[in-house]
């Protein structure tokens, strides 16, 4: 299972952690990535991180102001959004797979609920 939690309303430049606890499966095993939808977009790839060795990936809209980090202790991948763009307004969710590294573009097999991330201007 995977749980996402840490959404909410900020401002534009303002700051939000977001986090996935994972459960019920080895951590360590799988790939987990951080995806995005806003209201009447497809669904895009935001990071990813192989939770074995701590490769990350993040997509250029992000790059410099998002930064994917995991906890293997607490099962847990975290999302630091910093420097809020009214454009990364979306419903936030993490994914898992069953392999240590997978790009997001791949798509990913196992899914969470999202959590409601809204910037405003």
């Known amino acids: 299972q995977l749980q996402a939690s840490g959404g909410g309303l900020v401002q534009a430049g303002g700051s939000l952690r977001l986090s996935c606890a994972a459960s019920g499966f080895t951590f360590d095993d799988y790939a987990i990535g951080w995806f995005r939808q806003a209201p009447g977009k497809e669904r895009e790839g935001v990071s990813c991180?192989?939770?074995?060795?701590?490769?990350?990936d993040h997509a250029d809209s992000v790059k410099g102001r998002f930064t994917i980090s995991s906890d293997n202790a607490k099962n847990t991948v975290y999302l630091q959004m910093n420097s809020l763009k009214s454009e990364d307004t979306a419903v936030y969710y993490c994914a898992a797979d069953p392999v240590p590294w997978k790009p997001m573009e791949w798509g990913y097999e196992n899914w969470g609920q999202g959590t409601q991330v809204t910037v405003s201007s």
């Open positions: 991180i192989n939770n074995s060795d701590g490769r990350t």
